[in-house]
């Protein structure tokens, strides 16, 4: 007679029966606490797993990002895990989400990748970034690196979100491009801005095509983006410099090994205390990577630093004429065009940092 | 059918799954109803036919819990599990010989389309008030039904009693159920343990359900099966006697005797029958 | 089978295998990623391969994340994301 009891493993143990269904991100709020994660405040979904009615594991997801994933302590062990993940990736393939993230403490990165996702950037015993699909990251990598194939001298790069496109934005790049070999811009392509992406890149393109040794390119989910740095469009500044450790993380491993990047070029930043705290990261960790942090000053235009925070201001107060001494040409006839009236409109009505 | 033990294991896991012929249990139920959401009972019943036509169940009673027939799925249930063996169906929520009916004809149906010469049974499983008092109406309601199974947990919701591990709750049930098996000549199946680490209490619970006359109980966790095979066994003493009632029996027919006497008392029909039941349980399983 | 949407089944568990199936008005492209790619990555597309094949579906990108299941299994699931997609399984 064969013995059942006498098989030791965790996969013979007795399959629980999970019921998961919708809940409110306050339901888990109490899970999520006493599993060391904070209540995030930004999701679409959660979902909640019960067994025999008790709330033992939660995962929330965020437009692309998996978070907010926990399991009871007395139910812990991978297989909920798996349970959870796989349902909310489901849920994301079923939307039409071809890729995304999961967003997570650092000791978990390993868990995640043998339910296999792949780490798309960490940082040591804080946190981790993995995404769905490979191919992803991958296809990335190869089209930055035909990109920057026949370039062998020093390649130059600048992320920025250009939000509108000014003369500082315009200063700053010029003077990159004379510092480097070929230079490659990188624009946020996170359409969290009140400009849309196409035509922040649109404008950029057209106001730097004297220059020769340029390309303009989009950030894609890898740089400055809601999975790499959701805080950077936040409100509040939230957790600010864990998201810049892992975004610049990112681009040291991926985008500046890529295109070869030896000099990262940045405006110096006296207004937004976000990006002066990433700034400050650019300059400690580029160069132990080998790639030169470079801050060039602020363009003025008379006494004022020029920025698109103050463009932005002037335009929301109704004053788009004032705002011209900061704007190139092709962004001003932009602005006083017809296309613009919508997104002046909604100027007029946000208030966001970026 | 020896069934002491019938080990439920859910439809959809491939890991359990891929694990039911060792767990030693006398039946498997793949459980296409519970254990399975509503969104993945797609997914279920065609993991469960692949697990069919893949592993080799001799040996074991091969039984499908599928979707009760107020579902919309139980029909497409059967359409893809019978085309492998199995040879019980477990009918959950079964309140009338009605549902019997409807599901027998189902699987006459099946059983020519796919030319299945052995009959399929079907095991009932009362967990509602009305199911069980029409219980014996249920176990008589066809040549199918081969036991009656009880489920406590939807029985106790049903009829708003607090489920406890004594038990004293499903008592009547209990007896009712054992009643309306043995008098439509059927098995009768005790509801599972459910907490799965608990063995004392399970074996308290399993000797009480064979004390009320139950011939094997359901199992939730392969851990639970030892205890039930051993609980459902019958002792030294039962087989040392069975033997000695067949022995007499056989001496009897050699020496052309009518009424045999064992120990000065007469054997009559039913204790040869038991005796030769206890053997039969005892020799399937290995024991000598 | 002509496949409409884009569906997928099995899940990330151990011993199992999440499959999405898609329509791409292309020919049948497959990518399979396992946990035991190098023994098996042959094996596991040949299983989809016939799954697709017995169901009529000659077009479409079907994925496959395999965390060493059975072939059973693989098959069980690529049926399953397979029908789902064509819009036949409306449980």
Same mark, same amino acid.
């Given at each position: ?6 098989? &030791?493993?965790?996969?013979? &143990? ?36 019960? +067994?025999?009615?008790?709330?033992? $594991? ?57 339910? $296999? ?19 992803? *990251? ?44 070929? *230079?490659?811009? *990188? ?22 095509? +004297? ?26 500044? &939230? +957790? ?13 491993? +991926? ?69 011209? &001494? ?29 | ?44 019943? /065609? ?33 893809? /599990? ?94 009712? !159920? !054992? ?80 009424? !045999? ?16 039941? /206890? ?10 | ?26 020919? %049948?492209? %497959? ?23 017995? %169901? ?12 060493? =299941? ?5 098959? =069980?699931?690529?049926?399953?994301? %397979?029908?789902?997609? @064509? @819009?036949?399984?409306?449980?």
């Amino acid at each position: 007679m064969i013995q059942g009891s006498g098989i &030791q493993s965790a996969d013979l &143990q007795n399959k629980m029966v999970i019921k998961e269904k919708e809940i409110t991100l306050e339901k888990a709020g109490a899970l999520l606490l006493s599993s060391g994660l904070s209540v995030p405040d930004d999701t679409d979904y959660t979902a909640g797993f019960f +067994h025999n009615r008790e709330l033992i $594991g939660t995962g929330s997801i965020s437009g692309r990002i998996l978070k907010g994933i926990a399991v009871h302590r007395d139910y812990r062990g991978e297989n909920i895990t798996a349970r959870i993940v796989t349902h909310l990736s489901s849920r994301c393939l079923e939307k039409g989400l071809d890729n995304f993230f999961i967003f997570t403490k650092y000791s978990e990165m390993e868990k995640f990748e043998s339910l $296999g996702f792949s780490v798309v950037g960490s940082v040591k015993d804080k946190a981790a970034l993995l995404e769905y699909d490979s191919s992803y *990251l991958k296809r990335y990598r190869e089209k930055l690196k035909n990109l920057s194939s026949g370039y062998t001298g020093e390649n130059g790069c600048i992320v920025m979100n250009c939000n509108p496109f000014t003369k500082g934005h315009l200063y700053l790049i010029e003077k990159a491009s004379a510092e480097s070999d070929h *230079l490659f811009i *990188l624009i946020v392509e996170e359409d969290k801005s009140v400009f849309p992406f196409e035509k922040r890149m649109e404008l950029v393109k057209r106001g730097t095509e +004297h220059l020769e040794n340029i390309d303009v390119i989009p950030g894609g989910s890898y740089t400055i983006s809601s999975a790499t740095f959701p805080s950077y469009f936040a409100k509040e500044n &939230q +957790h600010t410099e864990l998201f810049a450790s892992l975004d610049l993380d990112i681009f040291i491993t +991926h985008t500046a090994e890529a295109l070869n990047i030896k000099k990262r070029f940045i405006g110096e930043e006296p207004y937004c205390p976000v990006t002066s705290i990433y700034n400050r990261y650019i300059k400690t960790l580029l160069p132990a990577a080998g790639i030169e942090a470079v801050e060039i000053k602020r363009l003025k235009e008379g006494e004022e630093i020029i920025s698109a925070s103050k463009v932005r201001s002037l335009i929301r107060e109704g004053k788009i004429e004032e705002a011209e &001494q900061f704007l190139p040409p092709v962004t001003y006839s932009f602005l006083v065009s017809e296309e613009a009236e919508s997104i002046i409109r909604k100027i007029k009505k946000s208030s966001s940092r970026h | 059918m020896i069934r002491r033990s019938m080990l439920f294991i859910p439809g959809n896991s491939p890991s359990m799954l891929m694990n039911s012929t060792v767990f030693g249990s006398d039946s498997i139920i793949f459980d296409l109803e519970d254990a399975v959401s509503e969104n993945q009972k797609d997914a279920a019943r /065609i993991l469960v036919r692949n697990t069919l036509s893949t592993f080799d169940f001799s040996g074991y009673e091969v039984c499908v819990r599928i979707n009760s027939t107020a579902s919309p799925f139980w029909k497409k249930d059967l359409k893809e /599990i019978l085309k492998y063996r199995v040879d019980s169906i477990v009918l959950p929520k079964a309140e009338s010989a009605e549902d019997i009916g409807m599901l027998s004809s189902e699987l006459s149906g099946l059983e020519e389309e796919y030319s299945i010469s052995k009959k399929i049974n079907i095991i009932p499983i009362l967990e509602s008030a009305l199911g069980i008092e029409n219980s014996f109406q249920i176990a008589s309601a066809g040549e199918r039904i081969d036991a009656l199974f009880l489920g406590a947990e939807d029985l106790t919701a049903d009829i708003s009693a607090r489920r406890t591990k004594k038990g004293d709750e499903i008592f009547y049930s209990r007896s009712r !159920v !054992v009643i309306a098996a043995k008098a439509a000549s059927v098995d009768a199946i005790d509801t599972p343990f459910t907490d799965t680490n608990d063995l004392e209490s399970l074996e308290r619970d399993t000797l009480f359900a064979k004390d009320l006359g139950f011939s094997g109980k359901a199992v939730i966790s392969p851990r639970h099966i030892d205890t039930v095979n051993n609980t459902f066994l019958p002792s030294e003493e039962e087989i040392e006697y069975a033997r000695e009632v067949l022995e007499a029996i056989a001496e009897g027919e050699r020496q052309g005797k009518g009424a !045999v006497s064992l120990n000065g008392e007469m054997i009559d029909a039913p204790v040869v029958n038991r005796a030769r039941r /206890i053997i039969q349980l005892a020799g399937g399983k290995g024991i000598k | 089978m002509v496949l409409q949407k884009r569906a997928s089944a099995g899940t990330l568990e151990s011993s199992d295998t999440m499959v999405t199936a898609e329509p791409s008005g292309k020919e %049948l492209e %497959l990518y399979v990623e396992s946990i035991v790619m190098h023994q098996f990555g042959d094996d596991i597309r040949k299983s989809v391969m016939e799954v697709c094949s017995e %169901l009529g579906v000659s077009s479409g990108r079907i994925t496959v994340k395999d965390r060493g =299941a059975l072939e059973c299994t693989i098959k =069980a699931r690529v049926e399953t994301a %397979l029908l789902r997609s @064509g @819009g036949e399984n409306n449980d």
